[in-house]
């Protein structure tokens, strides 16, 4: 079973290095290339003000975020529902960067994020497809010709979602696949017609042996063969 989480959070500022701290975190759970609905999201009180020009990207502010918990409330269910998982991230090196001090900061020895998960980053590999292109979300959504016209500010979740069906283009444009009787009841998917398993009624074929008459012909036939080639022939019964 391939069981791949698409991440995404948003925070307070542009760098822990700083004192920021992660706000919100929307996670999208897909095994084998299918949306599960088993989707991770939560809001977080940061205990710090968020920077006015954050606050422009997400509109989260620190009133909506007051009665919201702590990470420390919520890293045991998140790592429980990350764990095993293959990340998948829009710049992960930003995301992972805050979800690592976020732990630090509950435990100083707790061990990164990428002991527990894999991690592939979205943005490098649209920067190894279309060198010297525009590789942000929104330019993807263009490329691949993906609706994001609901998005008119960002959210980890909504980003989240969005990403899962950038990351299915990008790896082969297939959302899902349909076998047997299945109906294809997703939307926005990518590709078209889905593949569908077909029963042929074939009847068994007859098995007709060969007759005394015939047996003897081929013998006689091998042993001119065999006559013919030295006393050697391979289709002989005793060569």
Excluded at 182 to 191: A, H, K, L, R, Y
């Amino acid at each position: 079973m391939s069981r791949q989480i698409i991440l995404d959070t948003e925070t307070t500022g542009l760098d822990p290095k700083d004192g920021h701290r992660i706000i919100e975190i929307g996670c999208v759970e897909m095994v084998n290339r299918r949306l599960t609905g088993r989707n991770f999201h939560e809001y977080l009180q940061p205990d710090r003000e968020i920077d006015a020009g954050a606050i422009e990207v997400h509109g989260i502010t620190n009133a909506f975020l007051a009665d919201k918990p702590r990470f420390d409330e919520i890293m045991g269910d998140l790592l429980d529902y990350l764990r095993g998982a293959e990340l998948i991230i829009h710049n992960a090196p930003f995301d992972i960067g805050f979800l690592n001090h976020e732990l630090r900061l509950v435990n100083a020895k707790h061990q990164p994020l990428t002991d527990l998960c894999a991690v592939t980053d979205t943005l490098r590999m649209a920067r190894q497809l279309f060198p010297g292109q525009r590789a942000s979300l929104d330019a993807l959504c263009k490329r691949y010709e993906i609706n994001n016209a609901h998005r008119t500010l960002h959210g980890a979740l909504l980003d989240a979602e969005i990403l899962a069906d950038v990351y299915l283009a990008m790896t082969g444009g297939q959302v899902n696949l349909l076998l047997g009787g299945e109906e294809d009841n997703t939307s926005g998917s990518v590709g078209g017609a889905g593949i569908r398993r077909v029963t042929a009624d074939v009847s068994r074929l007859r098995v007709i042996s060969a007759s005394g008459d015939e047996l003897a012909a081929h013998a006689e036939r091998l042993s001119a063969i065999t006559k013919a080639a030295g006393g050697k022939c391979l289709f002989a019964p005793d060569a």
